[in-house]
């Protein structure tokens, strides 16, 4: 958290600087849209295409519990009409800037997990003052509701091309619910007492929740804390216990973790394989197969069915 009080400064500074500058929408270029996790960034081409002038922050492999912006992610949130970001504590070191840059009135920041309904999230750390679990575009169903906002805040803020924002996202929320089919048709081949997902940071509840899994993590829902040799020991046993074919390693987070649980399990004479990569808080490489969306839950499923469908 010190590391953030240098760029409020600066922040305070850039706000002040460009008090009299009109927002670059007003200067007849296009609208400048700055997304934070990969997926909203891939749901923001998918609706605005080439419309937009699109930044994404976080690109493959970064993880958006810890990262911190630098001072060149401050001028890009300062320059753009528009900003999209998770919410719900999901970019822990961000979300006061954010929160500022919205304040400031020149920007519209959108954090797309306040905009859900409630009762449609899963619990988090509510003693922490974070009650709800931000990893909500794990369940497909409710990521749809996500599409739904962006293309109303890309309307508001461009009504010019309103109708291909509404057009492009008719056909993307037909290709999310094809994924959303895919899913679940391949989940249904897992027998159900194997359907258990065991990874190092628990961002598969929403994932758990909607195609009938269930999920345990070496650490909590953020990163931000370590795993203790307690936990590990803690998922060993219950590797042991149901007999998991395997366990998963994040592309966000260092397999050492998983790989203590692996070792924990040996310990007791018994084997787990690692079964892959899941891709848990950001999307994988823009030309690999998992660089959208769709392709990073449709591989994470597959990764799911070869290793536990035996
Ligand atoms: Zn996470």
Known sequence: MPRLIPFLVLLTLLLS??????????????????????????AVRNIAGETVELTTLLGPGIDPHTYVATEGDLRTFQEADLIFYNGLHLEAQMERVLEQIGQSGRTTVVAVG????????????????????????????????????????????????????????TAYLAELDTLDTYIREQAARIPVERRVIITAHDAFSYFARAYGFEVEAVQGISTQTE????????????VLERQVPAIFVESTISPRTIEAVQAAVRAAGQEVRVGGELYSDALGAPDSPAGTYVGMMRSNIDTLVAALAG
């Open 114 to 169: 306040d905009t859900l309904d409630p009762l449609t999230l899963l619990n988090w750390e509510p003693s922490a003052g974070f009650p709800y679990d931000p990893h909500v575009w794990n369940d497909v169903r409710l990521w749809k509701q996500v599409v739904e906002v962006i293309r109303d805040a890309l309307i508001q803020a461009d009504p010019t091309n309103s109708a291909t924002y509404s057009r492009n996202t």
């Open 17 to 42: 600087a460009c008090g009299s500058q009109p927002a670059a929408s007003t200067e007849g270029g296009k609208l400048k849209v700055v997304a934070t996790t990969g997926q909203l960034g891939d």
């Open 227 to 238: 795993a203790s040799t307690a936990d590990i020991q803690a998922l060993a046993a219950i």
